[in-house]
């Protein structure tokens, strides 16, 4: 466990430093997090159902894209 601690502390330190040699390039991180979503943060919030309603519908949209175009 201690090693284990080190370790965090380490990585903590090395992030403030980064932020401090390049505020610009986290501030852009920042921004630009919400154009970048990923598939993790859309089902974060979500139960087995939702889920499920989710991949049903990403299911018939493509079933009706195919029969149209």
Request: charged share 25%; no cysteine; aromatic share 8%.
């Amino acid at each position: 466990m201690n090693n284990h601690d080190k370790a965090k502390e380490k990585r903590e330190r090395l992030r403030q430093e980064e932020l401090k040699n390049n505020p610009t390039g986290s501030l852009n991180d920042a921004l630009n997090r919400g154009n970048n979503g990923n598939l993790t943060d859309l089902t974060g919030g979500m139960g087995w159902k939702g889920i499920g309603i989710l991949i049903v519908v990403l299911i018939v949209g493509y079933v009706l894209y195919k029969l149209f175009f």
